[in-house]
């Protein structure tokens, strides 16, 4: 699962992040409520985790501003504040579970596979270009009918391309649509993982799929 993680508590947020990770998902980390509401927004996540107190805006109106404007992912609120008017105001919002701090790490990853368990709210999850498809809830990829083996980073970017086919994305839209806001990059680090990628999905096959624009970033296309 690719997991956008709002915690202010930077600390735990660094433990959570290792050990979801350790987990093979994806996290983007961000610990200001302003930032995690726009990363939502903008980017495709397949589950957040949010916490209630945070600077700039709280937990709870950030699940309102969501839902309002139809962002369906799956929230699960992580927070001390476990009085019954805030568990049932955080449900009333647009929460779709509640963990109480302090929580253990086995309960935090039970919850987060009931929740990829529910059915999406709005047709298939399944991404296909060509003849490349990517299931996120089953972590499989397949080219002409062959699996293909990839890294959880690998697998981000990918998704990220099929969610934007034929386009040209820079970057800078790579790096913040599969690595999130917060991540201090590195020069080369997308064209490292393209690399990786292409030797995956492209060689072998006969027909490139990820091709470079020159001087911009790169497209998922059929034809140059």
Known sequence: ????????????????KRVLEEETHVVDEVHDGLEGL???RHSEFDAILLDIMLPSMDGFEIC??????????????LTARDAVRDRV?????????????PFAFPELLAR??????????????????????????????????REIDLSPR????????????EQVLTRTQILDGVWGYAFE????IVDTYVHYL???????????????VRGIGYKLSESR
Request: hydrophobic residues 45%.
């Open 38 to 40: 726009d990363l939502a």
């Open 112 to 145: 987060l596979r009931a929740l990829a368990r529910r059915p999406p709210t709005t047709g298939t999850t399944v991404l296909q270009f060509a003849d490349v498809t990517l299931d996120p809830a089953r972590h499989l990829v397949m080219r002409a009918n």
């Open 64 to 77: 309102r501003r969501l839902r309002a404007e139809g962002v369906q992912t799956p929230i699960l609120v």
């Open 154 to 165: 690998e697998f981000a970017l990918l998704d990220y391309m099929l969610r934007h086919p």
């Open 1 to 16: 699962m690719r997991l956008l993680l709002v915690e202010d508590d930077v600390r735990l947020a660094r433990v959570m």
């Open 198 to 212: 292409r030797s995956k999905i492209d060689k072998g096959f006969g027909r490139t799929l990820i091709h470079t």
């Open 89 to 101: 105001k955080g449900l009333d919002t647009g929460a779709d579970d509640y963990l109480a701090k």
């Open 185 to 188: 990059s590195t020069a080369n």
